[in-house]
């Protein structure tokens, strides 16, 4: 009776933090649309870049003496330059998740909030089409439906707001593009510790973007500006990130899937408070199908999810 209690107790703490996770990561459209300032604050590179940095910097030291996890096995990897030892997939990672970042603020900054976040979200539709190549993992007929439901979803998206956000639009298919990526690179780490991981992936992005930056002369920002790059990197970037790690630890894959769709509900709210942004008709008409089709995808997967566990 004491380990169910103790169990129950578990889970329901690890659904507290995954809606803590989701909650804090949906004011990302209004905090980017914000800082931007309609032109007037610093680029989207830019706040891609301190974003990183900063979200990295305050993961730094629950990683901690679990760099090693990244790294090659073996005598090869002791003998090669301390890059070369570095794991592909970690490399991967960090590339995939930087061009994730750059699309997605890019996206936030050329076309409405829920647009950006909606069409990231058809990252898991992204890994049904490339598992099979990269983890050979072939998806049932079952889940080729389920891709066609939110295929339906995103020509809704496209069609309704074409001639005002294309390039938006297609930096945020892109962002989702990179997150479906991403996350088949982060399978591969399943024996890395998740915090080197997050904290690789931050800094090693922040290290990429630098040369553009400096490039367009654009490092320095206005004082008015700093507490909010900071407060994106720490606030809505980095503890989510730890948040949600936390909680997957409590609560099954296919629960934790349908919790955060918390995040794509919840950002064109806070967008609307902060900046006046409305959502467009065709946006909540195809993220409302994009939207059922993960919630299908994540019931539908239940049961093997729970078996997997046993």
């Known amino acids: 009776m004491q380990d169910h209690s103790s169990s129950r107790a578990a889970y329901t703490k690890g659904v507290l933090l995954l809606v803590a996770a989701a909650a804090l990561w949906s004011i990302n459209g209004a905090l980017i649309k914000h800082v931007y300032a309609g032109g007037t604050g610093p680029s989207g590179v830019v706040i891609a870049f301190y974003r990183s940095l900063f979200a990295g910097l305050v993961l730094l030291p629950l990683a901690r003496g679990n760099w090693p996890t990244l790294l090659r096995s073996g005598a090869a990897a002791a003998r090669g330059s301390s890059l070369r030892s570095v794991r592909p997939a970690a490399i991967a990672c960090v590339i995939f998740f930087t061009l994730m970042t750059v699309c997605f603020v890019v996206a936030n900054l050329?076309?409405?909030?829920?647009n950006a976040i909606i069409l990231q979200y058809t990252s898991t539709f992204w890994i049904f089409l490339l598992s099979p190549v990269l983890l050979g993992e072939k998806a049932s007929a079952r889940d080729i439906w389920i891709l066609a439901l939110a295929i339906v979803g995103i020509?809704?998206?496209f069609v309704g707001n074409a001639s005002s956000g294309m390039f938006g639009l297609l930096n945020g298919l892109g962002s989702g593009l990179f997150f479906g990526l991403l996350t088949m690179?982060?399978?591969?780490?399943?024996?890395?510790?998740?915090?080197?991981?997050?904290?690789?992936?931050?800094?090693?992005?922040?290290?990429?973007?630098?040369?553009?930056?400096?490039?367009?002369?654009?490092?320095?920002?206005a004082p008015s500006v700093w507490f909010w790059l900071v407060f994106m990197g720490v606030v809505q970037f980095g503890i989510p990130y730890y948040l949600f790690s936390l909680g997957l630890a409590r609560v099954p894959a296919h629960q934790a899937?349908?919790?955060?769709?918390l995040e794509p509900v919840l950002n064109p709210v806070w967008t609307y408070v902060v900046v006046g942004e409305t959502v467009p008709p065709a946006t909540l008409a195809g993220g409302g199908v994009i939207l059922v089709a993960l919630a299908i995808y994540a019931l539908v997967r239940k049961r093997p999810a729970c078996e997997a566990a046993h």
């Open 110 to 114: 050329a076309t409405e909030a829920a």
């Open 155 to 157: 020509a809704i998206i």
């Open 185 to 221: 690179m982060i399978r591969r780490l399943r024996n890395s510790d998740p915090a080197a991981v997050t904290v690789f992936n931050n800094l090693g992005s922040a290290v990429l973007i630098l040369p553009v930056v400096l490039i367009a002369g654009g490092l320095i920002v």
């Open 257 to 261: 899937a349908l919790i955060t769709l």
